[in-house]
């Protein structure tokens, strides 16, 4: 069994930090890419960043210079730095990971961490 669990989420003023983590555990044979979405109210979800196992990076042009993805391939954990944070960045943040484990191919999601940016 599979798990991705995301924390860090929570309330910030505009122009402030936050940094989401997130650990996938469990039968996990190797992780081919991990990635952040997130979803606010009324939208659909939306890509914000993913990184794959070797490293290369690709971001929403919307959060282009303001986050940060970067991974912890050891640990099975990805993480997202983001600075520079606009009410619009307010959504519901969740992790995803591609992956193989002992069941084989298989996408995998977190729950989800609320991230609210106060104008």
Do not use: H
């Not at 069994?1 to 402030?16: C, D, I, N, R, T």
């Not at 930090?17 to 009324?42: D, E, F, H, K």
């Not at 991974?71 to 992790?95: F, H, I, P, W």
């Amino acid at each position: 069994q599979v798990q991705l669990v995301e924390s860090g989420g929570g309330l910030v003023q505009a122009g402030g930090s936050l940094r989401l983590s997130c650990a996938a555990s469990g039968s996990i044979v190797s992780i081919n890419r991990m990635a952040w979405y997130r979803q606010a109210p009324g939208k659909q979800r939306e890509l914000v960043a993913v990184i794959l196992s070797g490293g290369s990076t690709n971001y929403a042009d919307s959060v282009k210079g303001r986050f940060t993805i970067s991974r912890d391939n050891a640990k099975n954990m990805v993480y997202l730095q983001m600075d520079g944070l606009k009410a619009e960045d307010t959504a519901v943040y969740s992790c995803y990971a591609l992956l193989t484990s002992s069941s084989g191919w298989g996408n995998y999601w977190g729950q989800g961490t609320q991230v609210t940016v106060s104008s």
